[in-house]
């Protein structure tokens, strides 16, 4: 398997700011959750793959500079034609975010690490944000880059739960599993993406816990293991993960709710 970058526009030059703001975006996962089919990252949200959803809403962000798109290690060269024939529309303010393709790892850590890689060496913040989460809102984009450019080290979305949760002692499917304890609900919060980072952080996060264990499922908390302050700010419903059916259910929901608002 190839690690090389595919083909590419080059990183942009004339815009300072948003040289410096780059987005990953982990799209390498197979969906396995979601059933049978295409990567989740391909499969259609309103016609449009998931994937192109994610690129076009990280790349309104008027910040960001550069999209990293990692892809499935054996999709990636259709990963980059998609993302040709999907261009992003031009950025309000900025001259349009240039979108970068590499293959991707066999976790999602594992992918991550391989999308930082790939930034070039001006680039001071990273936000990375899930493939699977394609109708975050740009102003959720906005709040975290606003937020790691103020000088946070780690920043996450994040919402307060709508269920009690209790931790238990997992048995095997079906059987019944004992209660260890019930956390405070108020004291908790569901992270969201884009999570947004100093990139020498998030860098020296990913090389301290490089192939630890089945690898994490969040970038921040890797963060929080190195002793450095992670921030939560308010995420948004909209910026859910398509894991299952009938997320993608909902998904197209609001997708169709937004084009009846002419959004
Ligand atoms: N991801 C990745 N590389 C992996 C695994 C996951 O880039 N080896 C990405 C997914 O593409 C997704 C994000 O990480 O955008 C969040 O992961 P998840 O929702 O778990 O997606 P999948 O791993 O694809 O789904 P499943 O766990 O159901 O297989
Ligand atoms: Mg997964």
């Given amino acids: 398997m190839t690690t090389a970058a595919l083909p590419r526009t080059a990183p942009s030059r004339t815009a300072p700011p948003a040289a410096r703001t780059a987005a990953v975006i982990p799209a390498a996962g197979r969906g396995v ?21 994610a690129v076009r809403a990280v790349a309104r962000a008027r910040e960001v500079g550069l999209v990293v798109v990692v892809a499935p290690p054996q999709a990636a060269a259709e990963v980059r034609h998609l993302l040709d024939a999907h261009p992003l529309p031009a950025a309000p303010a900025a001259q349009g975010a240039d979108v970068v393709v590499v293959p991707g790892g066999a976790t999602r850590q ?4 391989r999308g930082l890689d790939a930034l070039p060496g001006e680039v001071e913040i990273v936000l990375v944000h899930d493939a699977a ?3 975050v809102p740009a102003d959720t984009v906005d709040a975290v ?20 949760v209790k931790e238990v002692e997992p048995q095997a499917a079906g059987a019944p599993e004992p209660v260890i304890s019930t956390p405070a ?18 860098a020296e996060a990913h090389a301290a816990f490089a192939g630890a264990g089945e690898g994490a499922t969040d970038d921040a908390g890797m963060v929080e293991r190195l002793g450095q302050p992670v921030v939560v700010v308010p995420g ?7 894991t299952r059916p009938l997320d993608l259910v909902l998904a197209e929901a609001v997708l169709t709710r937004r084009r009846a608002d002419g959004y």
């Fill in 33 to 53: 959750r979601l059933g049978p089919g295409a990567p989740k990252a391909l499969r259609a949200l309103g016609g449009t793959p998931l994937l192109v959803h």
């Fill in 110 to 113: 594992e992918s991550v690490r």
């Fill in 133 to 135: 989460r394609p109708l």
């Fill in 145 to 164: 880059a606003a937020a790691v450019r103020a000088g946070a080290p780690a920043v996450v979305p994040a919402l307060p739960l709508t269920d009690t």
């Fill in 185 to 202: 609900r108020a004291r908790l919060r569901a992270v969201q993406t884009p999570q947004g980072f100093q990139r020498a952080v998030l």
């Fill in 236 to 242: 948004h419903e909209e910026a859910f993960k398509v």
